[in-house]
């Protein structure tokens, strides 16, 4: 039997391809157990897993939406799967120092946790403010619900849970400290505003609009307020935004006729580039978001297609909170209302797409007003003429025909492009209407296939998008311990002069670690970031102060970073006057990039260091580390950078208050004058005077200013990359430290622990190759 085994597994693999067998043949588990020899036969865990694999392919999942997010649920596989995990890990000790173990460990817990509450798959939409999300959200959802208003205002990420026959909107917020565990949050506000956070029902669209937007603007108020530096201490602000919000959200039941108009969970989420306090508020949301998501769309407008250039972790951190293991998502570009544009934008779109890691899922155009517009029409045939409310009408006659009116609305939108007007509805009819959509679906078949492709993809790829993140994690953590294992036997089998030269070398490296890397680093990183200080020390602000044409944008994104821009377009358009909240999100917008530029200038330099003098030092060990060692917290970032907090910025509004309305270049002014005087340090001046205009209109302030010349602000950026990189030094060095004393500890054991660290790499691997597996069973299936 052993000897035929290769032969009797090729018969079973055509017999399942000819015949559709599911049960094999020959090479049953009974057979293999009577007929295998001792050593051969599988362990418990790989019956287990092969169990698991006849569980996937009986199971049919019951018809209709959520039928295969059942099967994965707490009542039906999951326990099993989760159980076989344990199973998998139940070899290493639970209680071990080891970290890796311990996030293996975790990483079952967290998928234990989104089983229990597994209803439907979730899909978020996530990207920059202004790109379309809450349109998109709107159309696909066949209501207006979601804010689209132009001077952007969200903060809480949206969840439209459908309710099949429900008759009312059932509104209430969710996440520990606003439902769970109020007195964390909740219980401290004032009496109006915890009203405002009780769930409640509503009858229309517009309600839910109206409740949103006053939680929304309610929390953001208070979250910049000076009451909330008053409630909670620093201590208390960062475990807010790092980690209590990260599951944070509006939970809205939203009436449907039936659950296949509405297969998912929709997630609405907040812009994720917003700089300060609410900026790191809304990354952790965003976050929390992705991580429960079993599918993301990540939207962009036409212009912003050199964001696609961002790799690995920069999309990552950027647009999905930080997630790694982000399940699947989508490019959506938003905004195509030209054929021509279309064709300009798609092979450079795609091309930027196909090289992105981790890969998307696809690439999508989409006109979001289009789809509504299609969805619209969909409902019934559109009226001739535009329908009126009738003088004597009943309430319920009244709200048909105003729900009429915002359908033909909604087709003419979609259609034309902007919003109708009274002429309008004099001159259109619905069938000539009828005649403009459809030959504008022709056009963008694209936007007409998007829903049923979007929810087929994301119901038949339910277990890869669900499962797959987890495992990969568990084996990325697995790899890397096998890879010490491998260091340290290496280590253990060496000759006893070559360790003693090893030893030698550490110790010496030791004693001489500034002088042989640390300051060697640091200069070769300042000199690396020269380029980017120079182009941002003589950016001509000054003369395009008041341009908000998107050429200017774009030239801020290039020579600052998309975050800036992104934040100029939010605040410049239609202000005329910039409060102390406005310059604070913009400073800390500066000064962030100032420290991701330094940050990537130093990774890339420690990395070559490292690789050259020490190859033992794993690369992704190093990214690792750097991208940990930076505070997601605003307070950290400022100790970082040596720069005041929004309340050190706050104290600026008795000067802004005397000045007249005027550009953010007034502001600026004013901000140097403190510094000049004395009130700030020089580093603070100097991110000012990187990133604001310097055209100033009163001429008195622009005498005043500290760095006003290329020159100036370039000496002055320096000292600003100077203390960012001194700062990193100082921390990789306590890590250089500790890896060198670990290795050495290493070197300096006996041989007699090398039988042990082969059996515990044998135990390691077993466990990889079984991931990998069970990773198989869950794509096969």
Known sequence: FFAALPSLVKVEAACAAQLNNREPLFVTDEIQDELLPHHLQPTKVQQEIKKLKKEFGSQVASEGPGGVAKLLSSEGLGPKFVGLLQAILKDVARDSEDEHLQLCHEEVEILKTRMAVLR?????????????????????????????????????????????????????????????????????????????????????PEEVHDVIKTMNRSLRTFLDSEIFGQKFSDEEKTVLCQHLCGDWSVDIKIPVCSHEALPVILVDSPGSTEGGLIGEFIKTMVRGSCIRASTALLLLTPDMITELDLKGPDLMERYFGGVSNISGYYIVI????????????????????????????????????????????????????????????????????????????????????RCMEEMDQEIFTGSLLKKYLDKKLEEFKETVLFTPELYTSVDQRFPELFLVPH??????????????????????????????????????????????????????????????????????????????????????????????????????????????????DFFYEI????????????????????????????????????????????????????????????????????????????????????????????????????????????????????????????????????????????????????????????LEEKESDLPQLEEKLQQYLTIFGNLQEIAKVVKDS
């Open 120 to 204: 439907l798959p979730e899909v978020v939409l996530t990207g920059p403010t202004k790109v379309g999300k809450s349109s998109l959200t709107n159309a696909l959802l066949g209501k207006e619900v979601a804010s689209t208003r132009a001077v952007p205002d969200s903060f809480l990420p949206i969840r439209f849970i459908p309710e099949e026959g429900g008759k009312t909107f059932h509104v209430e917020p969710r996440g520990v400290g606003l439902k769970d565990r109020p007195d964390l949050f909740k219980d401290k506000l004032d009496k109006e505003l915890t009203e405002m956070l009780e769930a409640r029902e509503v009858n229309t």
């Open 471 to 584: 495992l990969k994690t568990m084996q990325r953590h697995i790899a890397q311990l096998v890879d010490e294992i491998h260091q340290h036997m290496e280590t253990c089998s060496g000759s006893e002069r070559q360790r003693q030269e090893d030893i030698d070398a550490c110790r010496k490296l030791l004693s001489q670690l500034d002088v042989d890397i640390m300051e060697p680093v640091k200069e070769k990183a300042m000199l690396l970031i020269q380029g980017k200080i120079q182009k941002m020390a003589e950016f001509d602000l000054a003369g395009r102060s008041n341009e908000t044409t998107e050429k200017f944008y774009n030239d801020v994104s290039e020579t600052f970073s998309p975050g800036v821009a992104d934040w100029c377009r939010r605040n410049e358009s239609g202000k005329r006057h910039w409060t102390c909240r406005d310059c604070n």
């Open 334 to 417: 938003t905004k195509v209302f030209e054929q021509k544009k279309l064709d300009e934008t798609r092979p450079t779109a795609c091309k930027k797409a196909g090289q992105l890691e981790p890969e998307p899922l696809g690439i999508r155009f989409i006109n979001s007003y289009l789809l509504s517009a299609h969805a619209a029409s969909c409902i019934g045939p559109l009226p001739e003429k535009f329908p009126s409310v009738e003088a004597d009408a009943s309430d319920e006659e009244r709200q048909m025909c105003q729900a009429e009116q915002q359908r033909f609305q909604n087709v003419f939108w979609g259609t034309q492009n």
């Open 591 to 746: 000064r962030c990039l100032a420290m991701r530029e330094s940050t990537k200038a130093y990774g890339k330099i420690l990395r070559q260091e490292l690789a050259e003098k020490l190859g033992w030092i794993r690369e992704n060990d190093i990214l690792s580390y750097l991208y940990k060692s930076l505070s997601r917290s605003p307070a950290g970032k400022c100790q970082l950078l040596d720069l005041p907090t929004a309340s050190a910025v706050a104290k600026m509004g008795t000067i802004t208050a005397c000045m007249a309305p005027a550009s953010l270049t007034s502001v600026a002014a004013a901000i140097a004058v403190s510094s000049a005087v004395g009130a700030w340090p020089l580093a603070w001046a100097a991110i000012i005077a990187c990133g604001v205009p310097l055209a100033l209109q009163t001429g008195q302030l622009f005498n005043a200013v500290v760095a006003g010349t290329p020159d100036e602000r370039l000496a002055n950026l320096k000292k600003c990359a100077d203390m960012t990189l001194s700062r990193l030094n100082s921390s990789f060095k306590n890590w250089l430290e500790k890896k060198l004393e670990w290795r050495l500890s290493m």
